[in-house]
Structures are given as C-alpha cells and as structure tokens.
C-alpha cells in the first residue's frame, strides 16, 4: 500500500504532477468538427468506447450535418446507422428528440448553459459538462465518468460513490485551472495501467502514494472489496 499525501488536496494536487508528466498530450479522445457532432458523440459514449463510437460516427456525420437531419430522420434508420454502438436504439431515440429541440427552441444552436443542456433528452450532467467544456469553452465543473469515479476512489481523494458526489468533492480538492484537464489525465490512466479489472500496480507511477496498490493492500478502495 503506498502512502497518500497527508491532505486530499495535496494527494489530488500530487496526482496531477505525476500524470502530466506521464501523459503530456491528454486530451478528449472523441473526434468531431462542430458542437453538435460533440453532442452526438458524447450521447453515443455512454457506456461505450470512445473508440467504438469514433468508429461509427466516421460515417454517421457524412450522412447526417445539421440538427435538422436528425431530428427528420425515421428512427429505425439512425438506429441502423448506429447499430454497433451499445443502446443504439435508445441512443437513436434521444438524438432525434434532442436535435428536434435544438431546432424548435434553440434556432438550430447547442445550447450553452447547463440547465439548457440539461433539459435535452439523453443529455446528464457528464455529457452536459464536456459540450459546455469543449464546445463552448466554459468550465462548470468537472467531467466524472467511470475511469475517474474509479481512481478518484482507489487514489483515495474521494469517499464518494455516486459520479454527482465525487463531482461535487472535487470541485473542492481539485485546483480550478485543472478541472478539464484532471478528468482527461485520469482517463488516459485509467485506460494505460489502472483499468477496472487487472490495474498494473507495478508499473504505476502514483504506487508509493496509491492507498489502493496490490502490493500491499487487500483492498481496492474503488470497491471496497477484496483485490
Ligand atoms: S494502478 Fe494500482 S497503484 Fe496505480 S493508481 Fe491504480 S490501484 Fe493505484
């Protein structure tokens, strides 16, 4: 088990260094061109790869560019067209409704509030918080997806379980001028060595500062459950 910093502030603060150092181009990983290929593409990441969906919207966003497209769209055929991606049917069902709001009550724009986000179908506040974040340049709060719920819970900078909570802890612990860039650091850790089933402890860079390292402790603190 390593040793955390003695506060939470200094431990999140500690993870930052490290993981900047280790992954100096983290960034988001979904590709688009507009804010509303990042909509679409945030809505079909739910529970799905960031890969996966890469894949699919290459030729998602040929066929269909402008909010009306979708919304105009039959559902069983934007469901076709999503087929590899998990949920797609659903998926296909909130897109269509979102971008039908988009045209009846935002002139054809992606909004840029968090409550106007917020309001779309298919839209929480993680997809909301990466559209304000990279598509407009406005930082609210910080992006809690499944890799950062983990870390942030194994690392020991939340007790937190629910993604709301551990945003909220974090708005605290975790200076301003990283709130962005935090979650794409633990992501890409995430992905590399700390991955959900088999973390690589061994070759991890935050081992000697990790309370949750397989050398020493029983327990996964993402879990609480035994290694
Ligand atoms: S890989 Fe192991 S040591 Fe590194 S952060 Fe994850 S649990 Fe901790």
């Known amino acids: 088990m390593g040793t955390p910093r003695e506060t939470r502030d200094d431990q999140a603060a500690e993870v930052i260094d490290r993981l900047e150092a280790e992954y100096p181009d983290s960034t988001i990983s979904l590709r688009y061109s507009n804010r509303l290929e990042l909509l679409i593409a945030v809505i079909l990441s739910a529970q799905c790869t960031d890969e996966r969906v890469n894949a699919e919207t290459e030729h998602l966003f040929e066929t269909y560019q402008s909010p009306e497209d979708y919304a105009n769209a039959p559902q069983e055929e934007l469901a076709e067209a999503l087929n590899s991606i998990n949920f797609y049917n659903n998926k296909a069902g909130y897109i269509r409704e979102a971008c039908a709001l988009i045209v009846e009550e935002h002139d054809g724009e ?7 986000l917020t309001e779309l179908p298919g839209v929480g506040r993680k997809t909301a918080n990466v559209v304000l974040q990279h598509g407009h340049d406005v930082v609210e709060g910080i992006v809690v997806d499944t890799h950062v719920q983990r870390l942030t819970r194994r690392l020991g900078i939340t007790e937190e379980e629910r993604p709301e909570a551990i ?57 609480g459950e035994p290694w």
Not at 110 to 116: G, I, L, R
């Open 167 to 223: 945003e909220q802890d974090l708005l605290d612990i975790v200076p301003e001028g990283y709130w962005v860039q935090f979650t794409h650091l633990l992501i890409d850790h995430g992905r590399a060595t700390c991955t959900a089933r088999n973390p690589d402890c061994e070759s991890c860079v935050l081992a000697d500062i990790c309370p949750s390292e397989k050398g020493d402790s029983d327990v996964d603190l993402a879990s």
């Open 110 to 116: 992606v909004p840029d509030t968090m409550d106007e």
